[in-house]
């Protein structure tokens, strides 16, 4: 057969490019981008051409081609971005467009993942500008720049503190594994006993006599008591776990003091000229003022009262630690979120009670995206649960009638809208104490009672001789 007879049929490439169609949502902002990111290049989408046709460009991940992105959307005319938080791949996005006076919309990925027919980088970045250009995005909250360096300092803190936690436990194993009972001996390993005592076995002391004379003048066993359990087979291999692992603790404890010290230095640098040399106002609670000072946490505790204007300690379970956490993670602006509610929902503290077909759903987890200082929180209520306090009474009444469980998640809530009510407002907290917080209870309890009693047609009437 003649091929002239018969042509080829020509292979058409499919694009990935979406030709223009005809939406039916109404576009509120046209001058909004969208940007796909990865680890290796940028797919970017602004706004539509003339015809109708997508404007996608696709950039790398260095910086020089970061501000080649910055400078094709100013020229673009953009006005905002939406992009995914995906991993830390947004950071130097976001953080260079806001410098170019672009506002940036950082999206929560999991609204987009479940969306169908999104297959390929170039259509996610066309999805995101137009459900953005619709203004169907919700952006994440996001604190300001000076309280996101402190926020980035804070949380490698954190992880130096966990890290520690993970040597002290490897100091501990090698110590039970020579049979020396030092958790036995003394109730904790890091205080100043328990590391004399660690310390003086890697210099090579092994009488446990003259190891138990290292006790401080505090503790509460004798030394004969404490000797008994320092007694063990210092074997080698063990002694040279103990040593390395004694080493990286006082290596973590220089770098942990060295991150509070540039702290300390930010936020003295972020405080009111007005409050800079202000004495902080005497604490309601003067046992706690008294352990504030034990620990040596009185100046941050100030420094932090000048910072926000507030003492977030007077709040009874909220640590300094919790209090730093809070003030860095938030800042002292609590204006992105209008109602204490709003606050107390984005910390996953609100609970979840999913209705279909007026049936409730199982529960699942509240989300997956609980923030460092949710947990702070939860620790703090965890410390309330034999407090003589108004929110210790709080606390157990929850555990009564619903389990400790509950108990802890109902009182982080109740210490989230203290904290949102001092920060927003300026209010602070006064502790009523544990009998009134009971006698109020009381008197709502019988309030209800009354209540449904008098729905049936009855009358409560005093009982002139209780029993019991």
Not at 171 to 194: E, F, P
Not at 290 to 308: D, H, I, S, V
């Amino acid at each position: 057969m003649d091929s002239t007879s018969s042509p080829r049929k020509k292979r058409r490439k499919k694009s990935n490019v979406r030709k223009g169609r005809s939406h039916s949502m109404p576009v509120i902002n046209p001058l909004v981008a969208g940007i796909d990111l990865g680890s290796e290049q940028h797919w970017v989408c602004g706004p539509s051409a003339e015809a109708g046709e997508p404007n996608v460009q696709v950039f790398g991940t260095t910086t020089a081609q970061l501000e080649n992105l910055a400078a094709w959307l100013l020229k673009q005319n953009v006005e905002s971005v939406a992009m995914e938080s995906t991993h830390v791949y947004w950071i130097p996005v976001y953080e260079l467009l806001e410098a170019s006076g672009i506002n940036v919309l950082l999206v929560n990925a999991r609204q987009l993942h479940h969306v169908p027919g999104r297959k390929t980088d170039m259509q996610d970045c066309q999805w995101l500008q137009k459900l953005h250009s619709c203004g169907l995005l919700r952006g994440s909250f996001r604190p300001a720049e000076s309280i996101c360096r402190l926020r980035a300092i804070q949380r490698q803190r954190d992880n130096l503190v966990e890290e520690r936690s993970r040597v002290v436990n490897w100091m501990q194993k090698a110590l039970d594994q020579m049979n020396v009972q030092v958790h036995r001996a003394v109730a904790d390993i890091t205080g100043v006993t328990g590391m004399a005592i660690v310390r003086a076995i890697v210099d090579g002391e092994r009488d446990p006599v003259r190891l138990a004379a290292l006790r401080n003048h505090r503790c509460k066993k004798s030394e004969a008591q404490i000797a008994e359990h320092l007694r063990g087979n210092w074997r080698e291999e063990h002694l040279f776990n103990l040593e390395c692992a004694l080493r990286l603790f006082d290596t973590l404890e220089s770098q942990i003091a060295s991150y509070e010290s540039r702290l300390l230095q930010e936020i003295e640098a972020l405080q009111p000229t007005e409050r800079k040399d202000q004495p902080i106002p005497k604490h309601p609670n003067p046992a706690k003022e008294k352990a504030l000072r034990t620990r040596g946490e009185q100046e941050q505790r100030t420094q932090l009262w000048r910072f926000a204007g507030v003492d977030l300690t007077r709040v009874d379970g909220i640590s300094t630690t919790a209090a730093l956490i809070a003030l860095t993670e938030v800042g002292t602006d609590l204006a992105a979120f209008p109602t204490e509610h709003n606050f107390v929902s984005w910390l996953r503290l609100s609970p979840r009670r999913p209705i279909s077909g007026g049936k409730q759903l199982h529960k699942r987890p509240n989300g997956t995206g609980a923030n460092r200082l949710s947990g702070a929180l939860r620790m703090a209520a965890l410390s309330l649960c034999r407090s003589k306090t108004a929110l210790g009474a709080y606390y157990r009444k929850i555990a009564r009638r619903k389990g400790g469980k509950v108990a802890v998640f109902a009182t982080a809530r109740k210490l989230a809208q203290l904290i949102y009510r001092m920060l927003r407002w300026g209010q602070d907290y006064v502790d009523i104490g544990e009998e009134a917080y009971e006698r109020r209870y009381e008197r709502q309890r019988l309030l209800a009672l009354e209540q449904s009693a008098r729905q049936f047609g009855y009358k409560l009437v005093e009982d002139a001789c209780p029993t019991g």
